[in-house]
Nanobody, 127 residues
Framework: EVQLVESGGGLVQAGGSLRLSCAAS??????????IGWFRQGPGKERVGVSC????????LYADSVKGRFTISRDKAKNTMYLHMNSLKPEDTAVYYC??????????????????WGQGTQVTVSS
């Protein structure tokens, strides 16, 4: 099973930027074999999808709420996925999680599709 560790969260003013990292580790891990998803859970809310990346074909999906503001990238040598968040809004405040699922293609961004999860990192956007 892959282990995931998120980092990079913090407090930022509205309009600011943050970069979250998701470091993956497992014997023989390669991004090409996994879908990596980003999710967030705001206070008192359900966990919802932010982005999904398919390792086997490079498909990337973004939730409508973050399109044009958030992008993902990866460093294969470091087994790390990044979520670049720009033009942050107070409604982006949430705990952000990355998740992985072996041999999955991203056709939606649904937390029930993912097996392995990180511990989450808090992002707070002040107005």
């Amino acid at each position: 099973e892959v282990q995931l560790v998120e980092s990079g969260g913090g407090l930022v003013q509205a309009g600011g930027s943050l970069r979250l990292s998701c470091a993956a580790s497992a014997s023989g891990f390669t991004f090409d074999d996994y879908a990596i998803g980003w999710f967030r859970q705001g206070p008192g809310k359900e966990r919802v999808g932010v982005s999904c990346f398919s390792g086997n074909d490079g498909t990337v999906l973004y939730a409508d709420s973050v399109k044009g503001r958030f992008t993902i990238s990866r460093d294969k040598a470091k087994n790390t996925m990044y979520l670049h968040m720009n033009s942050l809004k107070p409604e982006d405040t949430a705990v952000y999680y990355c998740a992985a699922d072996w041999l999955r293609n991203c056709v939606r961004i649904d937390p029930t599709d993912f097996e392995s999860w990180g511990q989450g990192t808090q992002v707070t956007v002040s107005s």
